[in-house]
């Protein structure tokens, strides 16, 4: 993918502490069906090593656009908001460093905002998984409400 023209999708993986999720929420990024995308990984402070695992990655797939950006810690609104500063695409997702994301998300929630321009949001479904060998359950998310998108 040339890095010369900002990518469509920016996703932003706030991080503090969390360098051994890091590798598995990055790998969901990188195997994407939809490429267009450059993922920035914002360390907010963290006292692990976030910085190493994030720069082995980068260095491990020079190919794409991955960026580290480092912070004092201020937590992960402002760590999140400092990674969508930074971004050059046009549409956010927002990835905590514990999650991970389908292979074919990008590429049907881009569908879904390019195929109407009064669309601001997509949300999907939520499977919540554990570290032990409980198989991952569906998390049943309310319908999209402005009013209780603010109060959370």
């Not at 999140?80 to 990835?95: F, H, K, Q, V």
Request: glycine fraction near 4%.
């Amino acid at each position: 993918m040339p890095h010369g023209s900002d990518p469509v999708v920016s996703v932003v993986i706030p991080c503090h502490d969390y360098a051994r999720y890091l590798p598995e929420a990055v790998s969901s990024v990188l195997a994407q069906t939809f490429r267009d995308w450059e993922l920035v990984i914002v360390d907010d402070g963290s006292t692990d090593d976030t910085v190493e695992v994030t720069q082995s990655l980068i260095a491990c797939h020079p190919d794409r656009r991955i960026r580290l950006l480092q912070q004092s810690n201020a937590g992960v609104s402002a760590a999140r908001n400092t990674g969508i500063e930074a971004s050059t695409g046009r549409y956010i997702l927002p990835l905590d460093a514990d999650d991970v994301i389908a292979a074919t998300m990008l590429e049907k929630t881009v569908g879904v905002l390019d195929s109407d321009p009064g669309i601001a949001i997509a949300s999907t479904d939520v499977f919540t998984f554990t570290d032990d060998d409980l198989p991952p359950q569906a998390m049943p998310l309310p319908a999209y409400s402005r009013e209780l998108l603010l109060q959370r």
